[in-house]
């Protein structure tokens, strides 16, 4: 039956990982077709990506600002709603917290729609700024549940000794609030990052093809075949999510974070 | 904070001058989170009654010519088309499929997963996230590839001989029934079958993260003293295991569905041409060569209803088993 199980688990880690093994070893082809396995492996396509190639720098560039941006302003506004919640569970914080997660719970060409809509109004449509709070409000509801798990894991007593000691609600807030749930925020504003580096329908509508992300480039190339730069940057994405990954689960508690009961190790 | 609550109760947190910036702030906060999450919506809402001028783009009005559309076709009574709802069908057909493998494949995993060391838990999550981030372009990109005609699968079943096998045992002729198989060799795009796997493999990692709370905080002892009380392993996971996590289970299947519903890149690469859905012919409308965008408003809107309709259902449906 354990056997079972092991042969499970490695059966599902081998489908998971195939399409994206294939996409990696096809990175490595030195022609300009895709073929698998790859045909005289060279890394010539890594300076293409990085270097060489201005449609894929600009992507790239495009990306980073996109995504570190919405990941800024994601976390700039989850931070007062969470707390909000946290320290007074009013109506209206409960309003706030809903509302903010709106956009990621519906199907995101929805969502993807009205920003569209509501760029092309405010003029921000095909602007890269419009892209980074298009981002920004997508993804809000990310740190707002890692900077919510964050503060309820406060142990109360530090704030009510804090209190005692003569401290105000901000000394209080800026000596235990703020350094116990820092390894949260920065969870979240990873995921966002992360997730805005390959978010694909929401920067579809909202950048009306006047400007291109990584993935956007990519599916604009889809359409004239495959060519191994493409894959490139599926392996720098994928090294950048795991980088974070690994990260948030070394300094942060991604078993935690992902709600994995406490009381068991 | 209205003036009857601050009288009546003490005041507690911080000194009183504060509260006129913590107030400016809030209906700040306030007005921004109701001018990006709400008003995108109801921009939607109000163009799905616009009308869309020949020649030009499209300007306000209030007719329900696009519902009608939606529902009959623009020639109604005259004629009567189901194409949009078909589309809509569609999106339905594939959503569901994709979502139950995927929480029916993703559920086993899970389970075994939680039950391992902390520590490797870790290790699982790191690489199950970093799969469930990767875009949507690069997993379709992947198993375009594997899947394609030239290179991957198909190649793969002939250079073995599974094809001449599958002739040879006459299962074959089921394969080109089913519409998997061209007259020389197995064919995977397009097809269901291709959209169903991207699909549920888009959606698998997600399904192991929203299953992994629940399953986590299943009491391992229940399941132990059944044990020791002499059922069978099956017997457990039957009696006890299962009826404890149904309703993360239907839950998860819910989300899952709802998230699969706009799914646009998958389709438009795998899915037939005949079997697009409902989000390829949003896209057409608003960006794309049809350039109707009320059409399109009006599709986003009955998209956005059958998704909530499909939560609330959802949701109803666990109150009852709650209470019942």
Redesign the interface.
């Given at each position: 039956m354990r056997l079972i199980g092991q042969i499970y688990m490695t059966l599902s880690a081998i489908v998971l990982a195939l399409p994206i093994m294939v996409v990696c070893g096809a990175a490595l082809n030195s022609g300009r077709s895709m073929f698998f396995p790859p045909r005289e492996p060279t890394l010539a396509r890594f300076g293409e990506f990085f270097i060489s190639e201005p449609v894929w720098t600009a992507a790239l560039w495009n990306s980073v600002i996109v995504a570190s941006g919405a990941a800024t302003l994601a976390v700039l506004m989850a931070w007062p709603i969470a707390y909000l919640l946290w320290s007074t569970g009013s109506p209206l914080s409960k309003v706030l917290a809903g509302l903010g997660s709106l956009p990621f719970a519906v199907p995101p060409i929805v969502i993807g729609v009205g920003l569209g809509f509501f760029w092309v109004f405010t003029g921000g449509l095909g602007e890269v700024w419009a892209g980074v709070i298009s981002h920004a409000i997508l993804l809000m509801a990310l740190p707002l549940v890692t900077i919510s798990v964050g503060l309820q894991s406060i142990d109360r007593s530090h704030l009510d000794a804090a209190a005692t000691m003569g401290a105000t609600e901000e000394v209080a807030f800026r000596t235990v609030v703020l350094p116990q749930t820092l390894p949260y925020t920065i969870s979240g504003f990873f995921f966002v990052l992360v997730l805005s580096f390959n978010e694909f329908i929401v920067i579809f509508f909202v950048s009306a093809s006047s400007y291109a992300t990584v993935t956007l480039q990519i599916f604009n190339s889809l359409r004239n075949g495959y060519t191994p730069t493409m894959a490139v940057a599926a392996i720098t994405f994928l090294t950048v999510s795991i980088l974070v990954f690994s990260a948030v689960a070394r300094w942060g508690d991604l078993p935690r974070l992902m709600g994995a009961d406490q009381s068991r190790k | 904070m209205t003036t009857v609550e601050s009288l009546g109760a003490p005041v507690e947190?911080?000194p009183a001058p504060v509260l006129p910036i913590k107030r400016i702030?809030?209906a700040l906060?306030?007005a921004?989170?109701?001018v990006?999450?709400?008003?995108?919506?109801l921009?939607?809402l109000a163009?799905s009654f616009g009308r869309k001028v020949e020649g030009a783009a499209w300007v306000w009005d209030f007719t329900f010519a696009n519902y009608q559309r939606f529902f009959v076709g623009t020639l109604w009574p005259d004629e009567v088309t189901f194409l949009y709802l078909q589309q809509l069908g569609y999106s339905f057909y594939f959503a569901v499929i994709a979502s139950i493998l995927a929480v029916l494949?993703a559920l086993?995993?899970t389970l075994?997963?939680?039950r391992l060391?902390?520590s490797a838990?870790?290790?699982w999550?790191?690489?199950?996230?970093?799969?469930l981030?990767?875009?949507?372009?690069?997993?379709?990109?992947?198993?375009?590839?594997?899947l394609s005609n030239n290179?991957?699968l198909p190649k793969l079943f002939k250079e073995t001989g599974l094809t001449q096998f599958l002739k040879d045992i006459g299962w074959f002729q089921t394969l080109r029934d089913w519409g998997l198989a061209n007259p020389r060799n197995v064919k995977f795009k397009t097809s269901d079958f291709a959209t169903v796997l991207t699909m549920s493999?888009l959606v698998?990692?997600y399904a192991v993260?929203l299953l992994?709370?629940a399953l986590?905080?299943l009491d391992p002892s229940l399941s132990e003293a059944a044990r020791t009380m002499g059922a069978g392993?099956w017997t457990v996971t039957r009696t006890v295991t299962l009826p404890s996590i149904r309703l993360p289970l239907l839950g998860t299947m819910l989300l899952l569905f709802?998230?699969l519903?706009?799914t646009?890149?998958t389709i438009t690469?795998f899915a037939a041409p005949n079997k697009h859905t409902a989000?390829v012919a949003?896209?057409s409308n608003?960006?794309g060569a049809n350039l109707n965008?009320p059409f399109?408003?009006a599709q986003?809107i009955m998209?956005?209803i059958s998704?909530s309709v499909c939560l609330y259902l959802g949701h109803l449906m666990n109150r009852r088993a709650e209470a019942g």
């Open positions: - | 947190r911080g702030l809030l906060l306030t921004v989170v109701v990006f999450c709400v008003v995108p919506f921009l939607v163009i494949t086993p995993f075994l997963l939680t060391k902390r838990q870790a290790v999550l790191v690489f199950i996230m970093a799969s981030s990767l875009s949507e372009v690069f997993i379709v990109m992947g198993w375009d590839i594997l290179s991957g493999y698998w990692p993260i992994y709370p986590s905080r392993r709802v998230f519903l706009g646009y890149v690469v989000a949003i896209y608003i960006r965008a399109g408003a986003a998209l956005l998704a």
